[in-house]
């Protein structure tokens, strides 16, 4: 336990030796992230701002601070398909390097990804979706003066040995990483304020039981479903609501991937 706790809080933390000495200074570039493969379409959610969706990733550098809420992050290695719809029905393919905003949203656990409504408008889309495909590279948007950029050997370093075993460690986790994305297909279903109703919830579920199919890990999906139930139950009694529920346990989720990502990469970072 006591390794645990101290290798999450280094993905968590940002170094503080000298701190009161650099607090005029530019804070270093904070990690480059791991996002987690989808296997599949994940179809945004829309409103006057544009279409967004929460994605899980993960932590892939001890060595530099988790990012604050709202950082902004531009992908570094790896594909993101980005394909909308017209109102014809027709599918248009869109750059994500211009077509998506991306920005940090619970630290290293998860990351919003938002099309905007101009651009939604620009192409005539009534609906979008995003597909990340394996071994993607997040790296944060560089700032002027920042203290400590990334470096090319760095990003090269990451976006090949260091992202490979975290796709063996995070990506292809058997158990908890299929319940992190059953629940995040559910989070994206739930108001960010409020409640849900019952029936709404369930049919959250249920389409979330689909997109996994058939043959995904029952130990995973059955992780999900204790978890959900769990949810269910304390947001029937007021607090949490059910979405803050369900991104706790799958951030704990990753918290534990990240772990074992950390012991595995170990000899090489």
């Avoid at 550098?61 to 992908?75: F, K, L, M, N």
């Avoid at 994500?96 to 940090?104: G, I």
């Avoid at 994305?181 to 019952?198: F, H, M, Q, S, T």
Wanted: hydrophobic share 40%; proline share 6%.
């Amino acid at each position: 336990m006591t390794k645990l706790f101290r290798v999450l809080s280094l993905c968590l933390l940002a170094p503080v030796a000298g701190l009161a000495a650099t607090s005029s200074v530019a804070a270093a570039a904070p990690q480059a992230l791991g996002l987690v493969a989808t296997y599949g379409d994940i179809e945004l959610k829309c409103g006057a701002a544009g279409c967004s969706a929460d994605f899980t990733t993960f932590c892939l550098q001890q060595d530099r601070a988790s990012p604050d809420r709202g950082t902004p992050y531009q992908v570094g290695s790896g594909e993101i398909q980005v394909a909308g719809i017209t109102a014809a029905g027709d599918r248009v393919l869109l750059d994500p390097r211009h077509s998506l905003a991306l920005e940090s949203r619970r630290k290293h656990m998860a990351l919003r990804m938002v099309v905007p409504e101009a651009t939604m408008r620009e192409h005539g889309l009534v609906r979008v979706s995003i597909n990340v495909k394996e071994n993607v590279v997040l790296l944060p948007t560089p700032l002027a003066g920042e203290n400590r950029p990334h470096t090319a050997g760095e990003v090269a370093m990451l976006s090949q040995s260091m992202r490979r075993i975290g796709s063996s460690h995070v990506d292809g986790n058997q158990d908890r990483i299929v319940a992190a994305r059953v629940l995040g297909d559910v989070i994206n279903g739930l108001p960010e304020r409020g409640k849900a109703d019952n029936p709404t919830r369930q049919n959250l579920w249920d389409a979330a039981l689909r997109r996994a199919g058939p043959d995904a890990p029952r130990q995973g999906i059955n992780r999900a479903r204790g978890i959900f139930q769990l949810c269910k139950w304390t947001a029937g009694r007021g607090t949490p609501n059910m979405r803050d529920c369900l991104e706790n346990h799958h951030d704990e989720f990753i918290k534990f991937l990240n772990s074992d990502y950390w012991k595995a990469s170990k000899p090489i970072y």
